[in-house]
């Protein structure tokens, strides 16, 4: 038996796979010692990055796994990520006092470089760029459409 790699973990998509997983591990880090140490400080600016955390670890997994499901998966975690950076960045630059300590997102995700603002943007264009081949949709069950997308 013969395994395949994921079309989308080869090359430049394995460096923004290895971002993706820097930045979960990262965000994991900070929002359990946040949560455990000063929640009370800041409960909402905490539990936001809490779920970044496990918006980038889903978001890994999913761009390392092949097949349409994943590629789904990878697509709503990435979307869901510019929007969160993009709402909270907007927030956190409007009205500061509402987030008394940062979050990954906050302020367009300044406090890591706007790694956070830049990653899902490219996370778009490589999927973009690396839909699921026709033996793929075909291998996990779902019809082929006259445009090349899962209809």
């Known amino acids: 038996m013969v395994t395949q790699k994921s079309t989308r973990a080869v090359g430049l998509g394995r460096v923004l796979v290895a971002v993706y ?27 936001l990055s809490a779920l970044s955390a496990v918006v980038y670890i889903v978001a890994t997994v999913a761009l390392v796994k092949r097949g349409t499901t994943s590629y789904a998966v990878a697509w709503a975690t990435i979307s869901f990520e510019l929007a969160g950076v993009l709402i909270v960045g907007l927030v956190t630059a409007l ?20 790694v956070p603002l830049l990653l899902p943007v490219l996370g778009m264009i490589w999927l973009a760029r690396t839909r699921p081949t026709a033996a793929e949709r075909a291998h996990d069950g779902e019809p082929e459409s006259v445009t090349g997308l899962p209809e």
Request: net charge negative; proline share 6%; aromatic share 20%.
């Open 95 to 114: 009205d500061p006092a509402l987030f008394p300590d940062d979050t990954v997102w906050s302020f367009f995700g300044r406090g890591y470089g706007f």
């Open 21 to 47: 997983a820097l930045l979960a591990l990262a965000a994991t880090g900070r929002s359990v010692f946040q949560i455990a140490e000063q929640f009370s400080e800041a409960p909402l600016a905490y539990t």
